[in-house]
């Protein structure tokens, strides 16, 4: 597994402790299908969340959430379209940005994680 694999697989467990301190239920992570992939999906039984998670060292540069742009939203929604089709539910959808910022990458103690609920209004 390369650098960004395991930093990317370590930020998505982070996200998911995360969410479920919060009462979210972790349904899938790393959800993949031909148009791309989710990272996690929760749901806190009033929604389905999608979830994009971005991990940075640092905001200096731009906010994480900043690289959601309108090309990673569309394919997240028909990403999502597909999960939708072979797990159907009744819950309303909702797509939500957890930025984690690790200034010591794999080895950070403390990351700092917002959530962003509703991200892509």
């Known amino acids: 597994m390369g650098t960004n694999n395991l930093a990317g697989a370590w930020g998505e467990?982070?996200?998911a402790s995360y969410l479920q301190k919060k009462r979210y239920k972790l349904?899938?992570?790393?959800?993949?299908c031909r148009f791309g992939e989710i990272d996690l999906i929760v749901t806190n039984g009033k929604y389905l969340v999608f979830v994009e998670?971005?991990?940075r060292k640092s905001d200096s540069f731009a906010r994480a959430c900043e690289f959601v742009d309108?090309?990673?939203q569309e394919?997240?929604?028909t990403t999502a379209s597909v999960y939708l089709n072979q797990y159907p539910t009744e819950?309303?959808?909702?797509?939500?940005?957890?930025?984690?910022?690790?200034?010591d990458g794999v080895n950070t103690v403390?990351?700092?994680?917002?959530h962003?609920?509703?991200a892509f209004q």
Not at 110 to 114: F, L
């Open 13 to 15: 467990a982070v996200a």
């Open 27 to 32: 349904l899938a992570s790393g959800y993949r």
């Open 110 to 114: 403390r990351p700092k994680i917002y």
């Open 53 to 55: 998670v971005k991990l």
């Open 116 to 118: 962003w609920e509703d």
């Open 91 to 103: 819950l309303p959808c909702r797509f939500d940005v957890v930025e984690i910022y690790a200034k």
């Open 70 to 72: 309108s090309k990673k």
């Open 75 to 77: 394919r997240l929604r």
